[in-house]
């Protein structure tokens, strides 16, 4: 079952831009972690921040996490046409395993 | 360092035969798990092995099982394939939980017919 849920499902942005995606989620988690795919091949891994944590930076992303509101917020600054991809969210909680959302379809048109 | 590496890249079968895909994951890394990716359902875990147990186990019938090895090498198989069965199936391996987040292999892309 999904846990996170990004909006919007789908963006399209020009090269220079900045493309800001969010995700919520249900319950309590220990981390909530970024992931972008190409074109159905495996995923990378972005970042991850932990529920203590508020923000993070990492090159040009930056994530924030609100868990009061059970949010989080990827930020990419100056996109790129290489930035094209799918980002998925995806919460950690205890061991349980990672459960990701059904991500949001970046396109950075040159 | 060599990533995570799924074979075959690509699997046509058919429906009714069986399958086993094979992860190796990063050297050094105890935990492995899969997931299937499919355009309508998405990424969806089916199981997670660390040091040779299942430590955890996705909502999938009985057909679909997996195994770790001493090496930390991991197998999953599905019998009885069905046309439903036709997905990316992706394995990620892990360091530790919480903390360094997981790397994924590039998949296999299996093709029921």
């Known amino acids: 079952s999904q846990q996170g849920e990004e909006d919007p499902q789908a963006l399209s942005i020009q090269e220079g831009e900045n493309a800001t995606m969010n995700c919520s989620y249900k319950?309590?988690?220990?981390?909530l972690q970024w992931y972008r795919q190409n074109s159905g091949r495996g995923l990378v891994h972005l970042i991850l921040i932990r529920s203590n944590e508020r923000e993070k930076h990492s090159g040009r992303l930056r994530v924030t996490l609100d868990t009061s509101k059970k949010s989080s917020s990827l930020l990419i600054t100056a996109s790129r046409a290489a930035d094209t991809a799918s980002y998925f969210c995806a919460t950690e909680r205890g061991n349980t395993p990672l459960v990701f959302g059904k991500g949001t379809r970046l396109s950075v048109i040159a | 360092k060599a990533g995570v590496t799924q074979t075959p890249r690509y699997l046509i079968k058919t429906r009714g035969q069986q399958v086993t895909l094979s992860c190796s994951p990063i050297?050094?890394?105890?935990?492995v798990s899969w997931y299937q990716q499919t355009p309508g359902q998405g990424l969806q875990f089916l199981f997670e092995y660390f040091s040779e147990t299942q430590r955890n186990k996705g909502n999938f019938p009985g057909r679909f099982s997996g195994r770790q090895f001493s090496n930390s090498r991991s197998e999953m198989n599905v019998s009885t394939l069905e046309l439903g069965d036709s997905a990316l199936y992706l394995c990620a391996s892990s360091l530790e939980q919480g903390f360094y987040g997981y790397t994924f292999g590039s998949g296999t892309r299996l093709t029921v017919v």
């Open positions: 050297s050094g890394h105890r935990s």
């Open positions: 319950t309590s988690i220990n981390n």
